[in-house]
């Protein structure tokens, strides 16, 4: 089968590996789809802080039922996408209910080898019912469900002043289920282009240049006060300590983006808010349904959603391509 490694920060290679060999609890599935994600970006450039090369990237995944263990209830052919974060099942987060950030918890495509290849042998418990999603919409329910639990996590409700810092895909994903839950929704983004697009594209009305001179623009048409809740989903080590700035007296931040470094607040901007600081990582099987659910419903606009497609083969050329234009993209799918 056809597979693309990333060797080394800056390499990629399309492979020819023989295709896996399916364990009495896994489900063979043929891969046919595969989102890009800026976790996979930040494996090409070197930047990802839980991952040693080489490694078959790919995580965002979408494909059809191959082969399943006996008695269950998936059949061949079936549209399915993968829950790629395969926990223990026995630490105290998987004991609690709370896999996602379990201690020994193995993502595919970070810890090992992912979807970027044309067959995928993955526990059955992992495989989730797309049926009635496209493989494109499929492919893109993982990092919808990221935005999904950052959301759950953080309580957001009818009425709450959000501000979503980042406008990449996950920050997107994260401000459309904050507006589900009926908040009011603020995106900011050092690229215009990005809020450009979420306000022409996805109908968020309400952004703001981030940079020199945000907190005060924020400031000024929010009556000098700031906001119930703020997810970070920047992915920066400076601007996850700077937009504490901009968490409301008796505010809550959540940290969606994920950055090697040390976090630093200053101790008396933390405590005169009572700041409730949440991490958010990953998603639970019950964010891929509620995701699922949405799309099935029309709420979440996935045609807006999905800029670039292209053949996976072309990966080791349209990937640096693609970091190049990031202003422009917003969720690339590699077919196979």
């Given at each position: 089968?056809?597979?693309?490694?990333?060797?080394?920060?800056?390499?990629?290679?399309?492979?020819?590996?023989?295709?896996?060999?399916?364990?009495?609890?896994?489900?063979?599935?043929?891969?046919?789809?595969?989102?890009?994600?800026?976790?996979?970006?930040?494996?090409?450039?070197?930047?990802?802080?839980?991952?040693?090369?080489?490694?078959?990237?790919?995580?965002?995944?979408?494909?059809?039922?191959?082969?399943?263990?006996?008695?269950?209830?998936?059949?061949?052919?079936?549209?399915?996408?993968?829950?790629?974060?395969?926990?223990?099942?026995?630490?105290?987060?998987?004991?609690?209910?709370?896999?996602?950030?379990?201690?020994?918890?193995?993502?595919?495509?970070?810890?090992?080898?992912?979807?970027?290849?044309?067959?995928?042998?993955?526990?059955?418990?992992?495989?989730?019912?797309?049926?009635?999603?496209?493989?494109?919409?499929?492919?893109?329910?993982?990092?919808?469900?990221?935005?999904?639990?950052?959301?759950?996590?953080?309580?957001?409700?009818?009425?709450?002043?959000?501000?979503?810092?980042?406008?990449?895909?996950?920050?997107?994903?994260?401000?459309?289920?904050?507006?589900?839950?009926?908040?009011?929704?603020?995106?900011?983004?050092?690229?215009?282009?990005?809020?450009?697009?979420?306000?022409?594209?996805?109908?968020f009305g309400d952004t703001v240049q981030g940079g020199e001179g945000a907190a005060q623009r924020l400031r000024e048409r929010n009556g000098g006060e700031m906001f119930d809740i703020?997810?970070?989903?920047?992915?920066?080590?400076?601007?996850?300590?700077?937009?504490?700035?901009?968490?409301?007296?008796?505010?809550?931040?959540?940290?969606?983006?994920?950055?090697?470094?040390?976090?630093?607040?200053?101790?008396?901007?933390?405590?005169?808010?009572?700041?409730?600081?949440?991490?958010?990582?990953?998603?639970?099987?019950?964010?891929?349904?509620?995701?699922?659910?949405?799309?099935?419903?029309?709420?979440?606009?996935?045609?807006?959603?999905?800029?670039?497609?292209?053949?996976?083969?072309?990966?080791?050329?349209?990937?640096?391509?693609?970091?190049?234009?990031?202003?422009?993209?917003?969720?690339?799918?590699?077919?196979?």
């Open positions: 089968m056809k597979a693309v490694v990333c060797e080394q920060p800056g390499t990629l290679s399309l492979v020819t590996r023989p295709p896996p060999v399916r364990q009495t609890d896994e489900v063979l599935v043929r891969i046919r789809c595969v989102g890009l994600c800026g976790t996979d970006y930040h494996i090409y450039e070197g930047n990802q802080p839980y991952l040693a090369y080489p490694r078959i990237m790919g995580h965002e995944l979408a494909g059809e039922v191959v082969e399943t263990p006996a008695g269950s209830a998936l059949w061949p052919g079936q549209t399915v996408t993968i829950n790629p974060y395969l926990p223990c099942g026995t630490c105290r987060a998987c004991r609690r209910g709370r896999p996602n950030c379990c201690s020994g918890i193995q993502v595919l495509g970070v810890h090992r080898d992912g979807g970027m290849c044309e067959y995928l042998a993955v526990p059955a418990h992992a495989v989730i019912d797309a049926t009635g999603l496209s493989l494109e919409q499929a492919a893109m329910v993982e990092f919808l469900s990221i935005g999904a639990h950052a959301v759950a996590r953080s309580g957001v409700g009818q009425g709450d002043r959000v501000l979503v810092a980042g406008a990449g895909p996950i920050g997107i994903a994260t401000a459309l289920f904050a507006r589900m839950n009926g908040a009011a929704v603020t995106l900011m983004d050092l690229r215009a282009a990005r809020l450009a697009y979420a306000a022409n594209r996805l109908g703020v997810f970070d989903a920047t992915g920066h080590i400076g601007a996850m300590s700077a937009n504490l700035a901009y968490v409301a007296h008796a505010g809550t931040y959540v940290l969606v983006g994920v950055a090697k470094g040390d976090l630093v607040f200053a101790d008396p901007e933390f405590h005169k808010r009572e700041t409730t600081l949440l991490a958010s990582r990953n998603a639970l099987k019950a964010d891929f349904d509620r995701v699922i659910a949405a799309i099935r419903s029309g709420d979440v606009p996935d045609a807006a959603l999905y800029t670039h497609g292209f053949n996976a083969v072309e990966m080791p050329t349209r990937l640096p391509r693609l970091i190049a234009e990031a202003d422009h993209v917003l969720k690339a799918i590699a077919r196979f």
